[in-house]
Nanobody, 126 residues
């Protein structure tokens, strides 16, 4: 099965930047939807961004224009470049993957994903 591990989180001031990384192993199929998710205290886990094998991306409205998802297939690394961070971005960030394509109409839905890493904490101060 797919195994993932997130890293790169930390504490930054409002307006700062972070680059999250996710190591991915256990690929079985050629086409996957890979995504970044986050969960803040008291809130449901939400999809932040998704990327297909062909490079197509989808973002939550709340992060569009500020976050960029990318993948290095040669090194099996998934990235989330986060810029202009806001206190509202404070959450535990997770990566995940599933066979098939990402939705082209909405960010990845957590309930459709079965594999998760341990998460990496992002804290943005005001």
């Amino acid at each position: 099965q797919i195994e993932l591990a997130e890293s790169g989180g930390g504490s930054v001031p409002s307006g700062g930047s972070l680059r999250l990384s996710c190591t991915v192993s256990g690929y079985t199929y050629n086409s996957y939807c890979m995504g970044w998710f986050r969960q803040a205290p008291g809130k449901e886990r939400e999809g932040v961004a998704g990327i297909d094998a062909d490079g197509s991306t989808i973002y939550a409205d709340s992060v569009k224009g500020r976050f960029t998802i990318s993948i290095d297939r040669g090194q099996n690394l998934l990235y989330l470049q986060m810029a202009n961070l806001k206190p509202e971005d404070t959450a535990m960030y997770y990566c995940s993957a599933r066979p098939g394509k990402c939705s082209q109409f909405r960010p990845p839905l957590p309930r459709l994903f079965n594999y998760w890493g341990q998460g990496t904490q992002v804290t943005v101060s005001s």
